[in-house]
């Protein structure tokens, strides 16, 4: 049910996430924009044109504009480089080099079709209109530029009038009813044309937009008297910029769309407001063209740019004459993010939403499409869900707004006959708002609502799988996202050469620094009062990917997934055991069991202790508040051990979550009084604790079995290997026994089988059992991933059959029929060993990381090697 908000009826959340994904996955027909440069050419022209009108010496001072800043910030998140003009200019170099057509079909995602004015000053530099289709979803149209058509008529006349005799004697009004003849039947051509769907004038741009009602032809005739008298032969006369002139074949352009006999009249475009320095800013306020606008009624005519700074004025116009619309392109992206916004109140004061339409007015660069797209999006999202938050527009009223502004306004206006479809899934999630806001505007969403925190917790999880961070005051965070500055922090590379104590592995130095990036899209609330989280990954100083960090490998699990047209969706099981701390000699030395009555597996009695049940409560209530759903809680065998399992994500948010859930689960446990373990077998004689994971796959070819059973096929085949990074203590290896529903030792899966470490449960839904809480999340899932990509990138075959009993009750030709004949490593050597040995599953995940892993884990193993168990198990417990 709605709220209610000042007497008015407010929106739900649901509901305006459902506004929300209207606007980013809403199709835009760009009424309005002009070629892309062909690649020879694109370095002729300034890069920095993409965020201002500004040329010449003028141009230099763009990099200090509002506008400038935000372009950079975006692109820089878009191209994963540094937050620099340089940085996102060299990144954009390395991207046409790399694949210009990739790189462009980028920046016009989501573009249903562009209309294109073909008349700007390029030439043959330029691409034609058609070559355009190629990446939208419909054939692109053309818009004929009328000041273009003009001037190429009066140098090819003037050129034939001049060769007709040495010493031509011009005869001025024959040679101006010549123009006009041609003028009038190239006009009515382009009005016949199906590719051509409306007329645009830069009138502002020349003599300005006021335009009398009635043209003085004796000014005209004077005017190309003018011409004529400077005319030096073909090519010399580029440029209308003619008093009379200029009104004449505007008002000419009208008459005969007035007098076409279709009914859809074809719309003549207006420059107004907006552009360089050669308009006269006076005489660009669309107010000028109010006589115009009365003496052809039946024009429709476009108002364009926003007619910023005037866009009052246009939407004034758009709401009181039928015949008139107004544009609000050319602002995104020139314009700062407050004045866009501002630009999208102004219209919706007055105007109605059915007389407004958009453009990108996208030209020569494909980042200026790119820019108007996501900006355009993300200020409709912020005024919108204002609009519906306070009830001044319902949220189905909202949904139309966007579909109208962005699609079904130009698509009427300009008789395109296009169906309305929106994105579909994979494109709508590519078009993620989050993912092209700024760090500092992530930030202020994500705080809106909540009292200001005091520090900021940057982590990393290292490659004992220790979560390790960085505190930040909130003070000092938030002055660095104002000033744009970078919020990465310095971190030896040692970080990722230590065991859990600090101490470094050989080879290991103190030299070196590494980049800790923080990902804002993780941003969580917690794990303590007072403290907000997010995770982050290494990067090198210039912002390249760290072969060594695991968070970077999962994300290149991801990609590479991708690239074979897989997705992924994680749901992890925490099992956690509680503890109840000892003390003696005024120090914490060791912990015992709970005290409780007959606990068991799923029992109710489990959560008899009020403090037990209290704790479990306030952990499911403190995640969900923070948007963490917790979908199931109960208990597991052994005493004081618990299970809670976690809603499935897509693989980074998936780990992200766990490693969170799992801290603020441990703050709240410590904070009762308890201790939370991972421990994987904290009882000798009693049930383990592990980390289980539920994987599905899709893929274009949906459910198929052929694409899921090649991809758990490659699993299986290098799930020894796997096996160092999942089982990655010599304690998990205490857990893993036969018959005790850990997943078994055997390589092998069966269909609901809870003793095979793979298990089906339907379709592509399976579950790894063989993973406990000790393992880096990261690093195990990413070669978990990759591993079944190469399965299915080379069709591996589901060699092993479904294996319906415990494996280890198998009998000698059950193991042949079935093909389960391996076991999986018994102790953490024999994995290190398997994983070695394993050179595709080695150049899946990096030979580099699997070096350094290999050697923090041998070194893991003299440190451990050298504790009796008491002290193992204890100093375990500590940790994790």
Known sequence: MASWVGGRSAATPSQLEKVVRAIWRCPIIDNHAHPLLKPDFLAKHPLLSITTEAAGDAIDAAPTSLSHLRAVKQLAAILKCDLTWEAVVAAIELRRIDSLEDWTAQCLDGLETILIDDGLDAGDEAYEYSWHDDYTRSKCKRIVRIEAVAANIIDRLATQALSASETPRWDVDRLLDRI??????????????????????????????????????????????????????????????HAGLNDLFVHHTAALVERSPSRWKKPIQFHTGLGDNDITLTKASPSHLQEFIREHPTVPIVLLHASYPFTREAGYLATVYANV?????????????????????????????????????????????????????????????????????????AIELVRDILFRNSNKLYHLGLDFEELPEDAAEELDPNKFLTDLELLQNFLRGQSTPDFVRIYWNDLTASPRMRMIPMRKFMSLLEEGKSTDIGITKAALGLLQNDTPVTGVTPTGEYRLHPDFSSLKTGPIAGHISMHGEFRERDGSRVPLCPRSLLQRAVETGAEHGLTFLLGFEIEFLLLERVEGGGLLTHYSTLTTDGHAWSVSRSVADPKVAALLRDMVATLDDMGIYVEQVHAESATGQFELILPPLPPVEAVDTLLHSREVMSALATEAGFRMSLHPKPFVDACGTASHVHLSISSPQGQRAEVYESFYAGILKHLRGITAFTYSSPASYERLLDSCWAGGRWVTWGTQNRETPLRKIEGSHWELKAMDGLANPYLAVGAVLLAGTRGVAVQERLVWGDCEIDPARLTDNDRVELNVTQMLPGNLEEALAALQADDELVGSVGADLVERYVAIKEAELVLLGDMSVDQRRQWILERY
């Open 180 to 241: 006009l003849d041609d003028f009038d039947a190239q006009i009515q051509s382009a009005i016949d044309d199906p590719e051509v769907v409306g007329f645009k004038s830069v009138i502002c741009y020349r003599t300005g937009l006021d335009i009398p009602k009635v043209v003085d032809v004796a000014v005209a005739r004077d005017s190309l008297s003018d011409i004529l008298e400077f005319f030096e032969g073909p090519g010399s006369f580029k440029r209308l910029e």
């Open 325 to 397: 619309y107004a544009d609000i392109g050319e602002v995104f992206p020139f314009v700062s993010q407050d004045g866009q916004e501002s630009v999208v109140r102004q219209i919706l004061e007055l105007c109605p939403w059915s007389k407004i339409v958009w453009s990108t007015d996208g030209h020569w660069f494909p980042e200026t499409y790119l820019l108007a797209i996501k900006q355009v999006r993300a200020c409709l999202e912020t005024v919108l869900c204002d609009y519906v938050r306070t009830g001044q527009i319902g949220w189905k009223g």
